[in-house]
């Protein structure tokens, strides 16, 4: 009897599941149409959620992309000896001609940093925050169309925090977005979604280098009247407290026809290693409303 | 006839081949080549491991599947999470429908077949991106990136029927 009502259970809950695993298959696809679709919108609107499940994929991943990388890394430094081994006498001329002319610059400079210092003791200059380097290598690249971004393996462990900037020996490189335990996403200054307040160096104009996706950035908001021209250097401002000041950033294109372009100084599309500037970020003093009600709520009437 | 649990472990085993290899080949994707410009035209090798198991082995790699690998290559890449695993999981099903026709097909059908995938996706993927961004974007990079994908497919494509053969035609 017990097996006869076991058997007749089991029939029955085979009837019903069946119809039930048929309806789930036909519905999963559609789930996950929906699901990826959810996941976009939620991106869109920077949902910490799909932030942790990017950090968490890319620091679970980032020890394998390392390990893939090498081979390239190896293959890279290779052909970069071999180049420089080809123009090994050139190279050499040119940078005893550049020796020469830094040593001049060197006893220029020390003077300046004497009189910067006599000058700043006497007017009680407060200096801008000292940044710290972490050294990182690139292992991650951008494999998309629309994005400019990367990969590095250093992460919270290492000091990396998010908002830092990102630069190479020769310029800004970008600045980090999303930081893992061992890795970490920089955004590149040349990616759409990418803004950094930067000044010319000459004319002290201030603008907004705005991303575009191509090789060439644009300055935005840069003052109608702004002197400027093609070849002046352009620098981070410092401003909103991100960047530290003065980084050198690129010079400039093109500034006859309306848009002005800007060639970055740093490689950005063949990055290897890059180093993280642990910047102390200037707060900003309370506001004057903000402070009238903190003095109110010290001592009230 | 019983099976020993070695040997139930190993098709276990074989059957996660195709999704092993799908993974790799995301991984691999994502990973810099430190050549000029080469990160915004990388070969989609996601895509043609996604196309060939579709065809050859949709049983062995789910929907489900597909979706996962795709948001992993949005997240290695930098993409906005969502788009490839929504482009995948369509190629995937899509193939894995009409998949019985390219089976027993010289390659070049396979490989014709892949053309029009690859471009499918590449539009698909221009289209949704411009819509996330709410800007348009240029679409050059993504026409050489399907213009690579496709010139690369045959290689990894006999990658694949290698991996194939070794590992799941017993």
């Not at chain 1, 006497?122 to 000292?130: E, G, I, R, V, W």
Request: glycine residues 8%; proline residues 6%.
């Amino acid at each position: 009897m017990a097996r006869k009502l076991n058997f007749r259970t089991g029939s029955s809950i085979s009837r019903f599941a069946a119809p039930i695993k048929l309806l789930a298959h036909r519905f999963i696809f559609l789930f996950l149409i929906l699901t990826a679709i959810g996941t976009m919108l939620l991106a869109r609107a920077d949902s910490i959620a799909v932030e942790k499940a990017s950090v968490i994929v890319t620091d679970l991943f980032s020890p394998l992309l390392g390990f893939f990388s090498r081979p390239a890394a190896t293959i890279n430094g290779a052909v970069q000896k071999f180049e420089d081994l080809v123009r090994l006498h050139s190279e050499n001329e040119r940078l005893k001609a550049e020796n020469r002319r830094l040593k001049d610059w060197q006893m220029v400079a020390r003077d300046l940093a004497s009189q910067n210092r006599s000058l700043r003791s006497l007017m009680a200059f407060t200096a801008d925050p000292k940044s710290r380097q972490i050294s990182a290598r690139v292992v991650g690249d951008s494999g998309g169309a629309f994005v400019r971004s990367a990969i590095i393996n250093a992460g919270t462990r290492d000091g990396i925090e998010k908002g830092q900037a990102v630069i190479t020996g020769d310029g800004l490189a970008g600045r980090i977005i999303a930081v893992g335990l061992q890795s970490a996403r920089i955004l590149l200054v040349t990616d759409i979604n990418s803004r950094v307040p930067v000044l010319v160096e000459t004319s002290r104009d201030r603008a907004i280098l705005a991303g575009n996706n191509s090789g060439q950035p644009k300055l935005a908001f840069l003052p109608v009247i702004a002197a400027v021209k093609e070849g002046d250097r352009v620098v981070t401002s410092g401003h909103g407290g991100v960047f530290p000041p003065g980084l050198p950033v690129g010079t400039i294109l093109n500034a006859g026809d309306g848009t002005v372009r800007i060639a970055p100084f740093a490689q950005l599309d063949r990055l290897e290693f890059v180093r993280v500037l642990s910047y102390e970020k200037i707060v900003p003093p309370p506001t004057t409303g903000s402070r009238i009600l903190s003095k109110r709520n010290v001592s009230p009437p | 006839m019983t099976t020993s649990l070695s040997q139930r472990l190993e098709k276990i085993a074989r059957d996660y081949v195709p999704i092993a290899i799908t993974v790799f080949f995301t991984i691999l994707s994502a990973t810099p080549l430190y050549l000029p410009g080469y990160g915004m035209i990388a070969a989609n090798l996601a895509l043609m491991a996604i196309y060939y198991w579709a065809v050859y082995r949709p049983d062995l790699l789910s929907p489900l599947a597909a979706f996962c690998i795709g948001m992993i290559y949005d997240f290695l890449v930098g993409t906005p999470p969502g788009i490839n695993a929504l482009v995948f999981l369509l190629v995937r099903a899509l193939v894995s429908r009409r998949g019985g026709a390219l089976q027993g097909k010289p390659f070049i059908t396979l490989w014709l077949g892949f053309v029009g995938v690859s471009l499918s996706a590449s539009l698909a993927t221009w289209v949704i991106s411009v819509i996330w961004h709410l800007t348009f974007l240029n679409p050059l990079p993504i026409v050489f990136q399907a213009g690579l994908t496709i010139g690369v497919f045959p290689f990894v494509c006999w990658l694949l029927v290698w991996t194939q053969h070794k590992t799941l035609s017993v």
